[in-house]
């Protein structure tokens, strides 16, 4: 019987290489910060889309955590039409 594997995220599991990891750890991240600022407003779905530029399907994929649907580009949009400013930062791996 062989062990199982170990990984250090689930993004590190589902995904083919270290870097297509990385992506989707960004965007999940940048997607929960984006729904906490909705919450933190109280905004209903269709004014978040509204003030996004976007359809109140899509902020409903965001807030599901569809993160498939979404790239670093689209969210950063988002975030910016939200009035937040996006940092990039890298640590050593």
């Not at 689209?74 to 996006?86: E, K, S």
């Amino acid at each position: 019987m062989s062990k199982p594997e170990s990984y250090a995220s689930v993004w590190d599991a589902i995904a083919d290489t270290p870097e297509q990891a990385a992506n989707l750890r960004a965007r999940a991240e940048l997607m929960q910060k984006i729904a906490a600022r909705l919450k933190q407003n109280a905004w209903t779905q269709a004014e978040a889309a509204s003030r996004c530029d976007v359809t109140q399907p899509r902020i409903n994929d965001l807030l599901r955590g569809r993160v498939s649907r979404f790239s670093l580009d689209a969210l950063v949009n988002i975030a910016t039409a939200l009035g937040c400013r996006v940092r990039v930062d890298l640590e050593a791996a």
